[in-house]
Nanobody, 113 residues
Framework: QVQLVESGGGLVQAGGSLRLSCAAS????????MAWYRQAPGKQRELVAA???????NYADSVKGRFTISRGNAKNTVHLQMNSLKPEDTAIYYC???????WGQGTQVTVSS
């Protein structure tokens, strides 16, 4: 397994930006796919963005063009740059590793209208 710690959540007005970071307990180049998920109150957890070992990315339709997932300069970090935030982006955001597997504790993102 891999341990993951998220940071960077907070309260922002609609149209604003936030940058989430995920620090892994091992270099992310040894992890198959890193991803960000989110869960809003009363809703199921959903995939937001993912980046593979090879650098390929994919995004949920709802965030395409607004969010960017990337690997950090440190070999154990992944970031999620979120621009043009909307109130419907409000959720707890979780970092995930698929193999070796792991989930972070989550970080709250709240977008006010």
């Amino acid at each position: 397994q891999v341990q993951l710690v998220e940071s960077g959540g907070g309260l922002v007005q609609a149209g604003g930006s936030l940058r989430l970071s995920c620090a892994a307990s091992r270099t992310i180049f040894t992890i198959n796919t890193m991803a960000w998920y989110r869960q809003a109150p009363g809703k199921q957890r959903e995939l937001v963005a993912a980046i593979t070992h090879g650098g390929s990315t994919n995004y949920a339709d709802s965030v395409k063009g607004r969010f960017t997932i990337s690997r950090g300069n440190a070999k154990n970090t992944v970031h999620l740059q979120m621009n043009s935030l909307k109130p419907e982006d409000t959720a707890i955001y979780y970092c995930n590793a698929d193999w070796p597997s792991g989930w972070g504790q989550g970080t709250q993102v709240t977008v006010s209208s």
